[in-house]
């Protein structure tokens, strides 16, 4: 167990609709990654929040967004839904943003786009 | 981040030690080797990092060649647990700039009882 919790575990809906993705931290991390794994793509990194900023921006449609809350928790939010949306998707915490920091993973949210 | 070339997949027999290669030709004299590793149905997970020096942990550890073109990850004594996809990454250290993890396809290890 990391320590990292995400919800659900699993989200089926259909192609047009909007979801949200939530994430808990590990206990004292201020960082949080978003992460998409598909078949053909493999593990991609999305979004990154520090303290409640955003910090970095991987391979994020814009129909995606997410955010950070004062309790560090964080949402991603996927709207427009597409068939090829769905993928695992992953969320990471470390403690700081330093590159040799340890990034913590979640259990993953299967998102089924139907 | 430099590229990393790592085999598609790695067959070992329980209890026996297992080498996994990576290449990193391109790597900077700033960027450090990281491994993480995916079991099956689970999020990845940290096993080890290093610059120069080798380095280990309860995990595993990680040789890394002189020139530090190449490193290997070592799982001394391979369990069935220990069957998962290897990801080895450089990262370029930055103290405020870093971003997510690249990963690439992996190794996938499978070990045989």
């Known amino acids: 167990d990391s320590g990292v919790t995400q919800t659900p575990k699993h989200l089926i809906t259909a192609t047009g609709q909007r979801v949200t993705l939530r994430c808990s931290p590990r206990?004292?991390?201020?960082?949080v990654y978003w992460y998409q794994q598909s078949l053909d793509q493999g593990l991609q990194f999305l979004i990154q929040?520090?303290?409640?900023?955003?910090?970095a921006k991987g391979n994020i449609l814009e129909r995606f967004s997410a955010q950070q809350f004062p309790d560090l928790h964080s949402e991603l939010n996927l709207s427009s839904l597409e068939l090829g949306d769905s993928a695992l998707y992953f969320c990471?915490?470390?403690?700081?943003?330093?590159?040799?920091?340890?990034?913590?993973f979640g259990p993953g949210t299967r998102l089924t786009v139907l | 981040d430099a590229k990393t070339t790592q085999p598609n997949s790695m067959e070992s027999n329980e209890e026996e030690p297992v080498h996994l290669p990576c290449n990193h030709s391109t790597i900077s004299g700033t960027d450090y080797i990281h491994w993480y590793r995916q079991l099956p149905s689970q999020g990845p997970e940290y096993v080890i990092h290093?610059?120069?020096s080798n380095v280990n942990n309860r995990m595993a550890s990680l040789a890394i060649a002189e020139d530090r073109k190449s490193s290997t990850l070592i799982l001394h004594r391979a369990t069935l647990r220990d069957a998962a996809v290897y990801y080895c990454?450089?990262?370029?250290?930055?103290?405020?700039?870093?971003?997510?993890?690249?990963f690439g396809k992996g190794t996938h290890l499978i070990i045989q009882p």
């Open positions: 206990s004292g991390d201020l960082s």
């Open positions: 990471a915490s470390s403690t700081r943003v330093f590159s040799t920091d340890t990034q913590y």
């Open positions: 990454m450089t990262r370029m250290y930055s103290g405020g700039g870093a971003d997510g993890l690249t």
């Open positions: 929040y520090y303290n409640g900023e955003e910090r």
């Open positions: 290093g610059l120069t």
